[in-house]
């Protein structure tokens, strides 16, 4: 069940951002941290459109109307989520020069093709085969949704990037974004549970979605150091990762790893992994968020 004794229906928020004045690299003088960060924008417009045809095929069998109102509000968020990251694909990497359909390309394959109705081509009409293969998905959905909850905590708290001068419209996108993801964190996981999926099949997948998560954070990041001049072609991952973690610009590894075992825990919820009161704090002083509460 979603969060009940007091329920925070989800609101989405048709936030714009202006990418003209944002420099390349937006965190100055760290490649390896901006690039590292604009993986999101690789995955996410794919990604999030994902969740949305899941989300949308499993809401007709939602019996509980809080958890189908619930569902109603993270398609809405993610949708407009897809939609922003997408601009700084169009806009933002477009007007400094960075390609991103090589990369891209093959995210739209991970999703629409591997992870679509029929994978590797195989079509069945049989209802039962059908209904198993959305609960994977969706299960995976919700080991995704335990990481985009607790680095969304992480944005809202980290200081390192503002005290390092990164670009205020990229902060607010990542903060709003991160809120977002606090705010409707219980959505995927009680889903899940709603259609079934118990403690081994939710360690399962985490130990799926984990390492495919690591794999594509690395290949995007080196994909993106490729394409930049200034930055150092050799650069070590894991060591520039430790780096930026010390500096509060990243965060740590053992920080993820923790949040995993968490999730590994039998009496896990992503209830108790932030506060609902932490994401509305920053949603009522976003700037994209303030502009679209008022158009």
């Known amino acids: 069940m979603s969060e009940t004794q007091h329920h925070h229906p989800l609101v989405a928020r ?5 990418w003209e ?3 390349q690299p937006w965190l100055p003088g760290d490649s390896f941290t901006s690039h590292f960060i604009n993986v999101l924008h690789l995955l996410l417009p794919e990604g999030e459109l994902w969740f949305c045809r899941l989300y949308n095929q499993a809401l007709p069998e939602i019996e509980d109307e809080t958890l189908h109102s619930d569902v109603k509000g993270f398609i809405r968020q993610e949708a407009i989520h897809s939609r922003s990251h997408q ?9 400094n020069g960075i390609v991103t359909e090589p990369y891209t390309r093959r995210v739209r394959w991970l999703f629409t093709d591997l992870l679509g109705e029929n994978p590797f081509g195989i079509t069945t009409e049989k209802q039962w085969v059908k209904r198993a293969w959305l609960t994977f998905r969706l299960g995976l959905i919700a080991a995704i949704e335990h990481f985009t909850c607790v680095i969304g905590r992480w944005i809202l708290e980290c200081r390192g990037l503002d005290e390092a001068g990164a670009d205020p419209v990229m902060m607010d996108l990542l903060r709003w974004h991160g809120a977002e993801e606090v705010e409707h964190r219980t959505v995927a996981h009680d889903l899940f549970e709603q259609r079934g999926g118990g403690y081994l ?3 399962m997948l985490m130990l ?3 390492p495919m998560l690591l794999l594509l954070w690395f290949l995007g990041t080196r994909f993106f150091l490729r394409q930049d001049p200034a930055a150092t072609q050799n650069l070590k991952f894991i060591r520039e990762w430790r780096r930026a973690a010390r500096q509060d610009r990243l965060p740590t590894m053992a920080f993820l790893w923790l949040s995993v075992w968490r999730y590994l825990r039998p009496g896990y919820h992503p209830r108790d992994e932030a506060e609902t009161g932490q994401a509305l704090d920053y949603l009522q002083r976003s700037p994209a968020a303030v502009a679209a509460a008022a158009r």
């Open 14 to 18: 048709n936030v714009k951002f202006q």
């Open 21 to 23: 004045s944002t420099p």
């Open 87 to 95: 601009v700084v694909l169009d806009r933002y990497f477009s007007d």
């Open 201 to 203: 099949y939710r360690v």
């Open 208 to 210: 799926l979605v984990g």
